[in-house]
Nanobody, 115 residues
């Protein structure tokens, strides 16, 4: 079965950068759609960025121009490069891999941005 492990979270000051990684097991990676979600305290989980198997991307308006999602099929890994971080980016970030009716989630990684 598919397993996802996120890494790269941490504490940074406003204006700083982080790169999140999500390493996936399984054989469906290259034909799956992948995304990053985040959830802040007392808020619903929201889509941050997504990338299709063909490389098409889309972003939440709040992160456009600052975040970049990418994938490396040879390494079964999806990345989220986060630049110009703001305190409102503070949340637990979750990796998601989806193929048809199947959907898999990572355990989440904490990102905290201080003022």
């Amino acid at each position: 079965q598919v397993q996802l492990v996120e890494s790269g979270g941490g504490l940074v000051q406003a204006g700083g950068s982080l790169r999140l990684s999500c390493a996936a097991s399984g054989s469906i990676f290259s034909i799956a759609d992948m995304a990053w979600y985040r959830q802040a305290p007392a808020k619903q989980r929201e889509l941050v960025a997504a990338i299709t198997s063909g490389g098409d991307t889309n972003y939440a308006d709040s992160v456009k121009g600052r975040f970049t999602i990418s994938r490396d099929n040879a390494k079964n890994t999806v990345y989220l490069q986060m630049n110009s971080l703001k305190p409102e980016d503070t949340a637990v970030y979750y990796c998601n891999v989806r193929r048809g009716i199947f959907s898999f989630w990572g355990q989440g990684t904490q990102v905290t941005v201080s003022s």
